[in-house]
Nanobody, 113 residues
Framework: EVRLVESGGDLVQPGGSLRLTCETS????????MTWVRQVPGKALEWVATISTSTYTTYADSVKGRFTISRDNAKNTLYLQMRGLKTDDTAMYYC???????RGQGTQVTVSS
């Protein structure tokens, strides 16, 4: 059974930082390109960042320079370090295998003063 469990979301003030974690199991994590996406209620899913199996990273323009995606293959875990958070970053954040629809239950990030 594939499991993707996100955590680390919280309420944070603008300019603050958070680190999201995605613990995975049930598939060969090290063999997959992994992605973070986010969604605001009523809006389409938005791609945030991707990390390949060789740790090549790509980012949406909206988060470039503020977010860092990383992975620990020994722990089957994906991370998203978020700095300089803005109110527009408020969303439910999900991790997923690239090009695979299935995702975890998500973790809520709220940026507000």
């Amino acid at each position: 059974e594939v499991r993707l469990v996100e955590s680390g979301g919280d309420l944070v003030q603008p300019g603050g930082s958070l680190r999201l974690t995605c613990e995975t199991s049930g598939f060969a994590f090290k063999s997959y390109t992994m992605t973070w996406v986010r969604q605001v209620p009523g809006k389409a899913l938005e791609w945030v960042a991707t990390i390949s199996t060789s740790t090549y990273t790509t980012y949406a323009d909206s988060v470039k320079g503020r977010f860092t995606i990383s992975r620990d293959n020994a722990k089957n875990t994906l991370y998203l370090q978020m700095r300089g958070l803005k109110t527009d970053d408020t969303a439910m954040y999900y991790c997923k295998r690239h090009a695979v629809t299935e995702r975890g239950q998500g973790t809520q990030v709220t940026v507000s003063s």
